[in-house]
């Protein structure tokens, strides 16, 4: 393999034509070779705009083809495992959107498979990648707010003004939902911070009777030494992507956690560091392409035969707490992990 990663892309899903493959094709390391989808004529002006190699019908073909070595997956959650193992089998490493699986087990089943096959697999976590967060860790870890013992993470974009019903988001079989679409990332968020994994947590579901998803999930996760996380996700909310650190000496704000710089947003990130008697800080974080970040910390892995940056094991801690979420609001109850 040479020091350029050639990429494979299977389907022609948003985050791919809108984020994922530019950043490919401007990272340092990469480039798309071959694009899969099941109309390869209606996608010939944007490979010409992307510079993309080749364009096919179908994703066994990009599995396939010598030219590719590795595979980003954009298809809807009930898709993963299958093209995800499918690539395993053909050893070739995968870079797949979250959430990796639909259930805990699904991802441990993949995640099992690509280790047998001495392969790589990472989940499109590509928030973990901006700067910000190393930002924020640098704080937590001088000691400036105290001890840890909250954290607030939130995810919420309006999609019900009105609904698309073509929205895979809205789909049942395809692993639609808020929880599985957003929720993932408020968890992951409260994890990160911790450095650990919830004991149990108490979770309720705002459930949409005609498409049969959750349209907004609500947890709040018990973490050992009695702290505590909120994590939160909504289809009919504007509040974007936030997190909150609170601590014994203060707090700090990450007012764009999750998406800085997406659409007419502004690129710049921000850390706000509050004392205990409600002075403000404000640090501005550069822009920052935390996709082209993500994709160049794979293919740096994957040519270097390095373990790459999130392995399958924090997926599938972070699968359990979704898992145990779902369970919660099903039963009305707390659910321990």
Known sequence: MGRKLRWGVLGAAGIAKGVLIPAIQASRNGAVAVLGTRDPAALGAFAAEHRIGRVVTGYEAVIANPDVDALYIPLPNSLHSEWAERAADAGKPVLCEKPLAMTAAEAERMAARFAGKRVPLMEGFMYRFHPQHARVQAIIDSGEIGELTEVHAHLSVDLMNPPDPKNVRFAPPLGGGALLDMGCYAVSIARMIFGAEPTRVLAWQ???????????????????????ASASCSFKGNGQGFYRVIGRKGMIDVPRGILPGLGERSAEALVVVIDGNGRRREEEIAPADQYRLM???????????????????????????????????AKGAAVSL
């Open 206 to 228: 705002s459930l949409d009777s005609t498409f049969g998803v959750d349209i907004a999930t609500s947890a709040v996760l018990e973490f050992p030494g009695g702290r505590v």
């Open 295 to 329: 994709v160049e910390a794979f293919a740096d892995a994957v040519i270097d035969s390095r373990p790459v940056p999130l392995s399958p094991s924090d997926s599938i801690a972070n699968m359990r707490v979704l898992d145990a979420i779902a369970a919660s609001a």
